[in-house]
């Protein structure tokens, strides 16, 4: 995939009939509601996002409804800080002296650059739904020399966290010349507990190299008031914030009380999650690690397996509610028999049971590899154990062991039931897996998520997050990626090569 953001063909849709200035329409629309005289596009957070539809402009440049030629153009538009700060000055973008980008043919990207949710249409269909595209623009709102960033990192460990922190630093210094950057440290509490350590490119040189976070991280904490007063307290006019489902909505609460308290104060949030359950976007930084570092653990259950008689391999992978990691691992590993994920309810007695698959192909193979996400069964795993649903302090529901339980239940029934000897070996590489530095596609992926959401800040958006979508980076409304949960579907083609690829 070309992460580049360079111009697609047949991609980047112009909106010259729909945008008459890079930040906000010329008039206010017929079909906007807003409460302040500038035509918003989120009314608020909480209730996500409103669509634009498309507009066509008459002879004198005034938006009119075309419903007669209405073509089913929507933009997902961001928030800008001219919606509640109208007055703010626009300065020339430092990019324009680099010599690193001096070679660079358009350097800045078209305020009408825009990019489609869906590119596989059929003639006549609605052009549907696009987003900004991200990339640098030729007007900033911040002067350099005024620029307090911080940075926060929230939630689970993800390979790449250290890239994103360090590519965020040096895209601010080297690109823009910002020089004061905070780290946040241990998450969101990190903001009204003081704990802080100063940034700059020395400090994160190396830190791509390192798995975890510099940072520190956690879980919960989060309280907008105390954070933005903070925040205020600083003099900080751009957050960068780091982490996954529950961390962006907290980004989201953020922006509206930053907006609430008219603060020139640019919030940006960059989707971190290892399981790939990120809503809108191609996929999640530290995915494909995850998908790597998961062949170490299939590859030795296999060869377990392989060298004993009647060898039974469990690997438990991650995956809460999103079975992704546990496909592809298994797409790419090609040793593993059955495939067991959240999504795809499965059985464990009776035909066409786990059980009877699992003595099938010991029977023709002499040896079985299952690979398990961690969600999978639960419903098994609480029936029988009578727990009740707790909850981490991120809001996510807290899983119990399906890995140790299905272990013991796949032993239980062939050395009791069916008399059967097997030789069981269960993997959990699950800490292993999420420790790890990002490899080389992940590091490339981490540094084009981090520059984007800086060049978003410095061109005044807020309240966005970044990711790609059909391969191009595109500024997204913070309520896209948090209002549903991507997950394996079951009647795509993906799901249907791994059952050919597992037989």
């Not at 029988?384 to 796949?410: C, M, P, R, Y």
């Not at 097997?422 to 990002?438: E, G, L």
């Not at 896209?480 to 597992?502: G, I, Y």
Request: net charge neutral; hydrophobic share 35%.
């Amino acid at each position: 995939m070309d992460l580049s953001l360079a111009n697609p063909p047949n991609l980047h849709l112009s909106l010259t009939k729909s945008l008459s200035s890079p930040f906000r329409f010329r008039k206010p629309l017929p079909f906007f509601t807003s409460s302040v005289s500038h035509p918003r596009v989120y009314s608020s957070i909480t209730s996500y996002y409103h669509p634009i539809k498309a507009q066509s402009l008459n002879q004198t440049n005034t938006p009119t409804d075309a419903d007669d030629d209405d073509d089913g153009f929507i933009l997902e538009d961001v928030p800008h800080l001219t919606n509640f700060l109208p007055d703010l000055p626009t300065y020339p973008n430092p990019l324009k002296y680099s010599q690193a980008y001096a070679i660079v043919k358009n350097t800045f990207v078209s305020p009408e650059d825009v990019l489609a949710q869906q590119i596989v249409v059929q003639k006549g269909s609605p052009r549907g739904v696009h987003f900004r595209r991200a990339g640098p623009r030729e007007k900033v709102y911040f002067k350099s020399e005024e620029v307090r960033a911080c940075i926060v990192t929230c939630g689970g460990l993800c390979p790449g966290i250290n890239t994103v922190i360090r590519e965020i630093v040096c895209g601010l210094n080297h690109m823009y010349g910002v020089h004061n950057i905070l780290g946040i440290e241990e998450g969101y509490k990190g903001f009204y507990s003081k704990n802080t350590m100063e940034l700059n490119p020395k400090v994160v040189n190396d830190i791509h190299k390192r798995g975890g976070t510099i940072l520190k991280t956690s879980r919960g904490g989060h309280d907008t008031k105390k954070i933005v007063d903070n925040i205020q307290d600083r003099g900080i006019n751009q957050v960068y914030i780091i982490g996954g489902d529950g961390t962006q909505k907290g980004a989201a609460a953020i922006y509206e009380e930053v907006e609430k308290r008219c603060l020139p104060v640019a919030v940006a949030g960059i989707p971190k999650t290892i399981d790939n359950d990120i809503a809108v976007i191609d996929k999640s930084f530290g995915f494909d690690t995850a998908v790597e570092e998961a062949q170490r653990a299939i590859n030795a259950a296999h060869v377990e397996v392989e060298s004993v008689e009647n060898g039974v391999g469990i690997v438990k992978l991650m995956g809460r509610y999103s079975g992704f990691i546990a496909m592809f691992a298994t797409l790419a590993s090609r040793d593993v028999d059955c495939c067991l994920i959240p999504e795809s309810p499965f059985y464990l007695e009776g035909q066409g049971g786990l059980f009877e698959f699992i003595q099938q192909r010991l029977k023709e193979n002499g040896h079985v590899v299952i690979v398990l996400a961690e969600g999978a069964g639960q419903e098994y795993v609480s029936q029988s154990v009578n727990a009740t649903e707790e909850k981490d302090a991120s809001g996510n529901k807290l899983l119990l062991d399906i890995g140790l339980w299905l272990t013991q239940k796949v032993k239980d029934h062939f050395t009791m039931s069916k008399k059967m000897a097997i030789n069981m070996k269960y993997i959990d590489p699950t800490y292993m897996i999420r420790a790890v530095p990002s490899n080389a596609y992940d590091n490339i992926y981490c540094t084009l998520l981090a520059q984007s959401a800086v060049h978003g800040a410095m061109a005044g958006y807020s309240g966005f997050t970044v990711g790609p979508v059909n391969s191009r980076h595109a500024y997204i409304p913070i309520g896209r990626v948090t209002e549903a949960t991507n997950v394996v579907k079951l009647t795509d083609r993906m799901w249907a090569r791994l059952l050919a690829s597992t037989n």
